[in-house]
C-alpha cells in the first residue's frame, strides 16, 4: 500500500471490530450463559487479524493524538443507551461495518485478506440474527413469570 494514511483507517477498524465483538461476546457468555453463541463470537474475534508484518505498519501509522474525531468528541447518541439490547445492536454494527472498511481498503492490498474479512461480515449478520432470537425468547421467558 502506498498512502500509510490508509493504514490508520485500517487500524481504527480493526480495533472496532474486535472491540465489538467482544462487547457481544461478552453478553453471550455472562448474560446468556450460551457457551455455542461465545465460542462461535471467539472464533470470529480470533480470525479478524492481519499477518505480524502487515500489523507491525499499522501500528507504526497510529496516531491517536491527531485523530480528528478523538476521545472527547462523542456523540449524544453515544453516551446512553436504553438498554443491553441496544448495547448489542450497537457493537454488532459496528463490528459489521468495521468488517466491510476492512474488506474494501484490503482490496487494494491482499485479495485473500479481504476476503476473510467479507466471511467474517456475513458470519456477523448470522450471528446477530441468533441474539435476536435470544432476546425474544428471554424476554418471553421473564414476562410468563
Known amino acids: 500500500?502506498?498512502?500509510?494514511?490508509?493504514?490508520?483507517?485500517?487500524?481504527?477498524?480493526?480495533?472496532?471490530?474486535?472491540e465489538g465483538i467482544r462487547v457481544a461476546e461478552d453478553i453471550a457468555r455472562y448474560y446468556f450463559d450460551n457457551k455455542d453463541l461465545t465460542i462461535?463470537?471467539?472464533?470470529?474475534?480470533?480470525?479478524a487479524k492481519l499477518p505480524d508484518e502487515f500489523l507491525e505498519k499499522i501500528i507504526?501509522?497510529?496516531n491517536i493524538s491527531t485523530d480528528v474525531l478523538n476521545s472527547k468528541t462523542v456523540l449524544n447518541s453515544e453516551k446512553k443507551r436504553k438498554d443491553l439490547k441496544d448495547i448489542l445492536i450497537s457493537n454488532m454494527r459496528r463490528a459489521e461495518?468495521?468488517?466491510?472498511?476492512?474488506?474494501?481498503?484490503?482490496?487494494?492490498?491482499d485479495?485473500?485478506?479481504?476476503?476473510?474479512?467479507k466471511k467474517i461480515r456475513y458470519q456477523l449478520y448470522?450471528?446477530?440474527?441468533?441474539?435476536?432470537?435470544?432476546?425474544?425468547f428471554f424476554k418471553r421467558r421473564i414476562n410468563s413469570y
Not at 468488517?99 to 482490496?107: A, F, G, I
Not at 485479495?111 to 474479512?117: P, R, T
Open 1 to 18: 500500500m502506498e498512502n500509510k494514511k490508509i493504514y490508520r483507517i485500517i487500524d481504527a477498524n480493526l480495533n472496532r471490530l474486535k
Open 40 to 47: 462461535k463470537l471467539k472464533i470470529v474475534r480470533h480470525s
Open 60 to 62: 507504526t501509522e497510529r
Open 97 to 109: 461495518e468495521s468488517s466491510r472498511v476492512l474488506e474494501e481498503l484490503l482490496k487494494l492490498d
Open 111 to 117: 485479495e485473500v485478506l479481504s476476503d476473510n474479512f
Open 126 to 136: 448470522n450471528l446477530e440474527q441468533i441474539f435476536f432470537t435470544l432476546f425474544y
